[in-house]
Structures are given as structure tokens and as C-alpha cells.
């Protein structure tokens, strides 16, 4: 594993983004600005492995994505899951970046919900060879005394600054102001026909009414 500077870390934030919301962005610039981060680059999951399939199709989340991002300093979009077939793995997804970023320190954000079961991921132990993490602390979870993800956090730092003196492997877990919004709220509102002011940015908003997402959330192949 590479030491010393490298260069400025990239942090990776993927999900479904079914769709993306204010909840969002804010972690993804709250980390781009504490973590010093090159940018923060969104990854929308074609397929994901370990949730039900997304209610807008592929095409649609990515362009959703990329309508909320555009004019944010720092924020970016990868459709290198998009263009996969199959699965959207992590593992498969921090190989690609790897390969076309050999000597970039990147950073995987997660939430500490999704990081506690960070075990039940596909070939989970490989992804810390490829990336380092940064953890979102959530309300009323608590990393357990015994767990699969000991030796991980043995590698756990207190500062962003040192994930920029090797590639991959280290864990940090961010204090990030957290916003009370879900995608799932948000689609039980369009489903209602409940005000969404506050909860996504207009552009997403005029997206959604453009092509009539989520007004019914049990049909799977709106889009």
C-alpha cells in the first residue's frame, strides 16, 4: 500500500437514489467540505443486491441525480454502475475506480447503519483493500463490543487529514448534521399528494411531475 501524499481523497457515495433528496446532498457536501475531499462523486445502483429493485428505472435516477448536482461545487456523478450489467456490487464498483484511479485515496461513505452489516456484503473484507471508509454516525446506533469488523476498526483514525497518507484501509467516522428525510417519505408523499418544499431540490421536483414518478409506489414499472 502507497504512502505518504498521494493526492486530495475522492469520496464515493452510492445508493439507489429513488429518489435523491436534500438528505443527500447535504452529507455529501458536509463531507466533501470537513473531509477536504477533491470531490464527492454520486454512484447510482443499476441493481442493487440487498434491496428491493428501485421503483424509476436506471436511466431515470441517473438523470435525477445528475439535475440535482449540477452547479454544486465538489459534487459529481459516476454512471459506472449504469453501464454494468448485472448486480451493482461494491466491490465490483471499487475495482473499476481503483483501476482507473491507482494512486487516488478514495473514500467510501457510509452510514453507521449500512456499516454495521457491512459482513452481509458480497466478498465485504475486499473492499478495505480498495478504499477507505467514512462512517456517518446515526442516533441510537452503537458499534458492538464483538463483532466481524474488529480488525477494521483497529485501522479506525481520528482526523480526515490521515486518509490522505495511504489509499485505502482506514476508517473515519464523521459527525455530519443529519437531515429527516427519506426517499421512501418523500414517495408516500407524491403517492398522497403531499408538499415535498424542503425535501428535494425544485429541479428533482419538476423531474418527478415531468414524468410522473412515483404516484403509485406498489407499480414497479412506473418510469
Wanted: one cysteine or more.
Amino acid at each position: 500500500m502507497s504512502s505518504g501524499f498521494i493526492r486530495q481523497p475522492m469520496g464515493i457515495l452510492g445508493g439507489t437514489f429513488d429518489p435523491i433528496h436534500h438528505g443527500h446532498l447535504r452529507i455529501a457536501i458536509e463531507i466533501y467540505e470537513q473531509c477536504h475531499l477533491a470531490e464527492v462523486r454520486f454512484i447510482p445502483s443499476a441493481l442493487p443486491p440487498l434491496r428491493q429493485s428501485p421503483l424509476a428505472n436506471a436511466d431515470l435516477r441517473l438523470a435525477m441525480v445528475k439535475t440535482a448536482v449540477q452547479n454544486i461545487t465538489g459534487l459529481t456523478v459516476d454512471d459506472r454502475e449504469y453501464c454494468q450489467t448485472g448486480t451493482s456490487y461494491t466491490l465490483n464498483t471499487l475495482q473499476s475506480l481503483r483501476r482507473d484511479y491507482p494512486e487516488t485515496p478514495l473514500c467510501f461513505i457510509i452510514g453507521m447503519d449500512a456499516f454495521i452489516n457491512l459482513p452481509k456484503w458480497y466478498q465485504w473484507q475486499q473492499l478495505s483493500e480498495l478504499a477507505h471508509f467514512i462512517v456517518i454516525q446515526r442516533p441510537n446506533y452503537v458499534l458492538p463490543s464483538s463483532t466481524p469488523l474488529k480488525t477494521l476498526l483497529a485501522r479506525q483514525v481520528n482526523t480526515p487529514q490521515a486518509l490522505v497518507k495511504q489509499i485505502a484501509g482506514l476508517v473515519f467516522i464523521a459527525n455530519v448534521p443529519l437531515c429527516d428525510i427519506s426517499a421512501t417519505r418523500i414517495r408516500k408523499h407524491i403517492t398522497a399528494g403531499k408538499q415535498l418544499t424542503g425535501l428535494l431540490p425544485n429541479s428533482v421536483l419538476d423531474f418527478i411531475q415531468t414524468h410522473q414518478l412515483y404516484l403509485q409506489t406498489n407499480d414497479r414499472t412506473i418510469a
